[in-house]
């Protein structure tokens, strides 16, 4: 099969070596790539949501698959843009339908498919312009901390946890009266803080039967020790030792079931990723948000431990064969560590020359993922906040992030930070 990836990350990465390992696989192309996606295909300079430069393009290439690794084109309706053109229909789209894909594009819409499906998650209520004094009044009698969430895709940012009133209500003001994020935030979900440890599972679903496919925690903060600023993830680690047994019943019989169940009843065209976001509130998990493809830096941990074909499982979901697959791990653990650009995730400098990188194959249980990177005048530069994500094997966590660590001391650009406590708690 000819494949098209779209997405330029770490994710886009692990997710290109993972294809091209597909005995399915005869051509691989990336829209647009990084400088590490060429190793396993030809990058193309067709941007993720620019469907009409890749129609053309699979109608020259003969495409039959389309991987869409970030959140944008499905929301913007990449699947429903291939299915409606009858010069695309052949080629399977792996993502939902925009209407699915609001799961992670509409706050408000997640919220309100949780409570029709009794799925567990934080209490919640919902403001925009029309009712701002409303929200107003509802943020000084609530609890602290107050989680407020932008509705639509913020890219990452849309998410603050307030710890008093005054910020809150402060929050508020810059959400829906300065539009902070613009339309994203023209409404506002205002939810309860739930204090527990996050985990993230991830599942193939073809809108009526599912696969879990690995689950991962990772590392929001900057800081070592979980401070400092949100990022987009500084490390992650797979198996987590929690999120087994009997927690991970809980979260089967109470929100993956009765998700993919409620995309069965509402007839939501899905095929493809869904991430769950739980928190393990003292055992008991409850939902904290979907998204509707993989993770980043979770595929880079979860793509390695899963041992499955990935483009046969694809093909599984297109011929209602999903339910009688089987899913294989690697026992090994995984953990990566993110190599970010000096500033981020504030301002940050791009276009430093990255020196030290291993060889390919140089180290048999370590794996260097590209995120941010370009390929100028032979040289590869930072191009982006994160830049790298190393993985490694290993028999426990501890030692996985140490293989990744000695790796990375061997990576040079300028301004180059990374968390060395990466999986600290276990």
């Not at 990177?373 to 190393?390: D, E, F, K, P, Y």
Request: with cysteine; hydrophobic share 40%; glycine share 10%.
């Amino acid at each position: 099969m000819n494949i098209l990836l779209l997405g330029a990350g770490g994710r886009e990465h692990a997710l290109a070596w993972k294809l091209a390992q597909s005995a399915h696989c005869s051509k691989l192309f990336i829209a647009p790539g990084n400088a590490g996606t060429m190793q396993f295909g030809t990058n193309i300079a067709i941007s993720a949501t620019n469907f009409e430069a890749q129609k053309q393009f699979c109608l020259e290439q003969g495409i039959d698959m389309v991987v869409v690794g970030p959140e944008d084109p499905l929301v913007l309706g990449v699947y429903d843009y291939y299915q409606q053109d009858a010069a695309l229909q052949h080629i399977l789209v792996i993502g939902p339908a925009a209407y699915g894909a609001q799961l992670e594009g509409s706050k408000a819409f997640s919220k309100k498919f949780m409570q029709r499906h009794n799925i567990p998650t934080a209490a919640y209520a919902e403001f925009e312009t029309s009712n701002f004094e409303e929200g107003k009044a509802y943020i000084a009698q609530h609890s602290l901390p107050i989680v407020l969430k932008a509705d639509g895709l913020a890219a990452g940012k849309g998410v603050v946890i307030c710890t008093s009133h005054a910020e809150a209500l402060q929050v508020f003001e810059e959400m829906i009266v300065h539009k902070q994020f613009g339309d994203a935030s023209s409404r506002v979900v205002i939810e309860q803080f739930l204090d527990g440890i996050e985990v993230s599972i991830f599942v193939l679903t073809d809108g009526t039967s599912y696969q879990i496919i690995g689950h991962a925690k990772d590392y929001k903060r900057i800081g070592v020790g979980d401070t400092g600023l949100n990022t987009g993830g500084m490390g992650c680690v797979s198996p987590v030792p929690f999120a087994q047994g009997e927690f991970m019943q809980k979260a089967i019989d109470r929100i993956i079931e009765p998700t993919v169940n409620g995309l069965a009843t509402e007839n939501i065209t899905y095929k493809g990723f869904i991430f769950f976001g739980l928190i393990n509130v003292q055992g008991e998990p409850y939902t904290i948000e979907y998204n509707c493809r993989m993770g980043d830096p979770e595929t880079e941990v979860v793509m390695p431990r899963l041992s499955n074909d990935l483009v046969e499982l694809f093909l599984a979901i297109h011929n209602g064969n999903l339910a009688n697959t089987t899913i294989q791990f690697d026992e090994r653990a995984c953990a990566t560590v993110v190599a970010v650009s000096g500033g981020y995730p504030g301002n940050y400098t791009k276009g430093y020359g990255i020196t030290g990188l291993p060889a390919a194959n140089t180290h048999a249980d370590t794996i260097v993922f590209h995120a941010g990177t370009s390929l100028q005048n032979n040289v590869i530069q930072t191009n982006g906040g994160r830049v790298l994500a190393v993985t490694s094997y290993a028999d426990n966590i501890g030692s996985a992030v140490q293989k990744s660590k000695a790796v990375l001391e061997q990576i040079h650009f300028d301004g180059m930070y990374y968390r060395h406590d990466i999986g600290y708690e276990f």
